[in-house]
């Protein structure tokens, strides 16, 4: 399949099929705002189940997408959260969520308010028909760690976080 991007470009596009099923009558199905996005938005098909602390702080909110996937045995997903995420008082639990090959449960999203507060009127929170995250495919090589007794040298080294000077 190929689109037309301007008078003399041309986009190949490659159509992968994932299976999906709907566990929710509300839910909906993964997909992309623009042709161009790497990411394919979750909805979720109902508003967030609240899991409090022993003292009724709100310790996380949980969305259900409603929707289990089948990818095939060489995709997985990340699962990250969309950028309008800024908008509101959530970051996702997990920083970027996995969701393997083998995993055929509903696709749920989990965020910690930034606040901390017994009463959810004092957060901005998605509702129920909201996109909540983003899945990215990719693609999972299968690798075999072989031990050595040495490692190739770099300019590099063995500098940690922020040694690339960037």
């Known amino acids: 399949m190929s689109k037309q991007n301007g008078p003399n470009e ?14 929710h009558k509300d839910a909906t199905a993964p997909r992309r705002a623009h042709i161009s996005d790497s990411g394919y938005d979750i909805v979720s098909a ?11 702080h709100i310790l996380y909110l949980s969305y259900n ?12 997903f990340l699962l990250y959260p969309r950028s309008s995420v800024r908008k509101y008082n ?13 995993y055929r449960g509903d696709v749920l999203v989990c965020f910690r308010p930034t606040i901390y507060t017994e009463n959810i009127d004092d957060l901005n929170i ?4 909201d996109r909540i995250a983003q899945l990215i495919p990719r693609i999972r090589l299968d690798i075999d760690f072989v031990e050595s ?12 976080f922020g040694s690339s000077g960037e």
């Open 10 to 23: 041309e986009i190949s596009i490659i159509m992968n099929k994932i299976k999906f099923i709907k566990n």
């Open 46 to 56: 109902a508003d967030a189940e609240i899991e409090r602390d022993a003292s009724g």
């Open 65 to 76: 997408s409603g929707i289990s996937i089948e990818p095939p045995d060489n995709v997985y």
């Open 90 to 102: 959530l970051l996702l639990c997990n920083s970027v969520g996995v969701i393997d090959t083998s």
């Open 126 to 129: 998605y509702k129920k028909g």
């Open 149 to 160: 007794s040495y490692v190739r040298a770099t300019k590099r080294g063995c500098g940690g």
